[in-house]
């Protein structure tokens, strides 16, 4: 399973867009880039997912640039509620979908 | 309905008993996996199973017991547990072999070890 390396913390005035890169650059040519976070003490939720293209769905959009060595998830108009850890996972979707959790980015979003 | 659904929501056991963790989804999911999640830190994964059949055990310790007793239903039964093994325990789904197959996780079942 590919690496991914994500900064620990980032912060966000209510309103703006939130932009949390990911960088996954070991990633192979049949991994998928996940986006999950996690609202303090509940369980992770999908957020996105993509393979080469970007994405877009009513949550946020996806950005992964075109040697697939990094992403960018953006949450175009953060509000406090956006406050939890972010995660970015690549996976394989073979058998099975397992996901490996990285340290993920903890986003603090600001009145 | 894409609900995962754990019980009990919290739970204390002393280290010589014996409970069991329950996870239940209604989604046709064909996998099913467990995570331990202790504070401060990332979910880790602990067991897969696809079509009811145990395909990934992480090394966990066997006072940890998994079960699918159907495509619905995931146990997880708990003995002679440490204290260490107080964390948050999270179940999650996925429909296997599907390219855009996603995984939903449920609430957890916080466990406490006295």
């Known amino acids: 399973d590919a690496k991914t390396t994500q900064p620990t913390s980032m912060d966000c005035a209510e309103g703006r867009a939130a932009n949390l890169p990911c960088n996954h650059s070991?990633?192979?040519?049949?991994?998928?880039v996940y986006w999950y976070r996690q609202i303090h003490s509940q369980g992770p939720q999908y957020i996105i997912h993509g393979l080469k293209n970007n994405e877009t769905n009513e949550m946020a959009s996806l950005i992964i640039t075109e040697d697939r060595k990094s992403s960018t998830l953006i949450l175009p108009h953060a509000t406090l509620r956006d406050t939890a850890v972010y995660y970015c996972i690549v996976s394989y979707l073979g058998g099975y979908n397992k996901l490996i959790f990285g340290a993920g980015t903890r986003l603090a979003v600001h009145p | 309905d894409t609900e995962v659904t754990q019980t009990p929501k919290h739970l204390v056991m002393g280290m010589t008993n014996k409970k069991s963790l329950k996870c239940e989804q209604h989604?046709?999911?064909?996998?099913m996996y467990w995570y331990k999640q202790k504070a401060k830190k990332p979910p880790e994964l602990m067991f897969v199973?696809?079509?009811?059949?145990?395909?990934i055990n992480e090394s966990v310790p066997s006072r940890f017991s998994p079960e699918c007793p159907n495509s619905s239903l995931l146990n997880l039964h708990l003995h002679a547990l440490q204290p260490e093994d107080s964390a948050l325990y999270l179940c999650a789904s996925s429909q296997p072999r599907n390219p855009k197959g996603i995984a939903f996780f449920g609430q957890g079942t916080r466990l406490t070890v006295v």
């Open positions: 989604m046709g999911h064909r996998a």
């Open positions: 070991t990633i192979s040519g049949n991994e998928y």
């Open positions: 199973y696809s079509y009811e059949k145990l395909s």
